[in-house]
Every structure is written in structure tokens, then in C-alpha cells.
């Protein structure tokens, strides 16, 4: 039997990089992922993939910004499996810029993909996963949570905040043995990287297929088992020794 047999898995900011790498990864394990995300057209390629692969997809146009369209997805999704076993709040935006010209928009586009987006869909988890008495929430977090890059205010504050909600999350489902933990991955060669490709390879760079890996693992721990905090990163990436 595979690790993740028959288990529903929602996963937003699925229709690239991450998100999509580790929606292949938990089909390919016997999963059942619900791909969210904005793009219509990006989502069904990857659940196509999914699908001519062997697994099962199924793909939810969802703004995870949107209070209205997170609570229709859970809805959808308790309404057609009757649980839900995994969230991974991958959905993501990075911008900055001097912080002395950074406009509020910018600020507040930023909190609202990486910081509201993963408290509503971790509200509505919750109110699948307590009466299940288990349930497992991944956070795709990032190592700017713990180390920032010059004009990243906004992002790198969402990473941190991210990591607090993680562990608050944390603590209000152990009575009813849900895990929550965070991932915080460095350098991953993505969409965010479009146009600065040779920077970020001087660095050091993982693929995100590799990350993929490391939700997996988180997944596939036993019940009543979590990584509370996983920090990933290319071995030549510039992090340790800073300063």
C-alpha cells in the first residue's frame, strides 16, 4: 500500500513550483490532492499530469485571500470526501523593495497571500480535521523566517508571522491530535526566481521536486508524530556563517 493511500490532501499554490511538485509527490503516494489556485488553465495541466501518471486530482479555482471562496472549497471538499487529512499552505507572493518606498499595497498583497491566506484555510482545516481527532497541516514557510534578505520587509515579516501561526497552530490542535508544522525551504528554483536565474544558481539552488521530498516525509510521519520546524537548503547556499 502507499504512504499516503486514499488520504485528501488540500494544497494551494498548486498550479506551479512548489505547490504542484508536491501534489505530484502525494499522488504518486496513493493520495488525493485538491489543487487550489487562480489559474484554471496552469491547474489542469498539472492534474493532467496527475492523472496520466496512474493518480487522482482534482483541481479548485480558489483566491485564498477570498474568506468567501476558502469556505467554498472546504465546503466542496468535506461535502464530496467527508474528511480531509492534509492542508499545505504553499500559495505564496514575494515582493519588496527600500523600505522608505515600499506603497501599503504592496505591503498588505504580500500579508494577504502568505499570512491571511494560510489562516483561513487553516481555520476551515480545523473545523474538518477536530472531529476527525487527526489531521496534518504543512506550512511552506521560508529561511528569510530566519535569516532576511536587504528589501524583503514585507515578505520576510509574512515568513515570521507565518512561524508564529504555525506554532500557535500548533498547540490548539494537539488536544484533538492534529500536527502542524512548517517548512522552511531556501533557495528553490521556482516562478519567484524569473529573470535572476544565474544569481540565484551562484548561490546554490534546489528544484522543487526535491523539496517535494520533504513535505512528503512531514506527510508520511505516523499519526501522533510531527516536525514541528524543517529547515532545507541548498548545502552552498550562503545562510550559515553570515556576518
Not at 482534482?58 to 472549497?73: F, G, K, L, P, R
Not at 465546503?75 to 464530496?80: D, H
Not at 501522533?224 to 550562503?238: A, D, F, K, N, Q
Request: with cysteine; aromatic share 4%.
Amino acid at each position: 500500500m502507499s504512504r499516503l493511500e486514499n488520504q485528501i490532501a488540500v494544497i494551494t499554490g498548486a498550479s506551479s513550483g512548489i505547490g504542484a511538485a508536491i501534489a505530484k509527490a502525494f499522488a504518486k503516494e496513493g493520495a488525493h490532492p485538491i489543487l487550489a489556485a487562480r489559474s484554471h488553465d496552469k491547474l489542469q495541466s498539472v492534474v493532467a499530469e496527475i492523472q496520466a501518471n496512474g493518480g487522482q486530482a482534482t483541481a479548485v479555482i480558489c483566491d485564498v485571500t477570498d474568506e468567501e471562496a476558502v469556505q467554498s472549497m472546504f465546503a466542496g471538499v468535506a461535502s464530496k470526501f467527508s474528511r480531509l487529512d492534509i492542508l499545505v499552505n504553499n500559495a505564496g507572493l514575494a515582493k519588496g523593495g527600500p523600505i522608505d518606498e515600499l506603497d501599503f499595497k504592496t505591503w498588505r498583497d504580500v500579508m494577504s497571500v502568505n499570512l491571511d491566506g494560510a489562516f483561513l484555510c487553516s481555520r476551515d482545516a480545523f473545523k474538518s480535521m477536530k472531529p476527525q481527532k487527526r489531521g496534518r497541516i504543512i506550512n511552506i514557510g521560508s529561511v528569510s523566517a530566519k535569516m532576511p534578505r536587504v528589501d524583503s520587509a514585507p515578505y520576510t515579516t509574512s515568513k515570521f508571522a507565518l512561524e508564529g501561526l504555525t506554532r500557535s497552530l500548533a498547540l490548539d490542535g494537539r488536544p484533538f491530535g492534529i500536527s502542524v508544522g512548517v517548512l522552511q525551504p531556501g533557495n528553490t528554483m521556482t516562478a519567484i526566481w524569473e529573470g535572476r536565474e544565474e544569481k540565484v544558481s551562484e548561490e546554490g539552488v534546489m528544484n522543487a521536486d526535491d523539496l517535494a521530498q520533504v513535505a512528503l516525509s512531514m506527510a508520511t510521519l505516523p499519526d501522533g508524530v510531527s516536525v514541528l520546524e524543517s529547515t532545507v537548503l541548498p548545502i552552498s547556499m550562503p545562510f550559515l556563517g553570515r556576518g
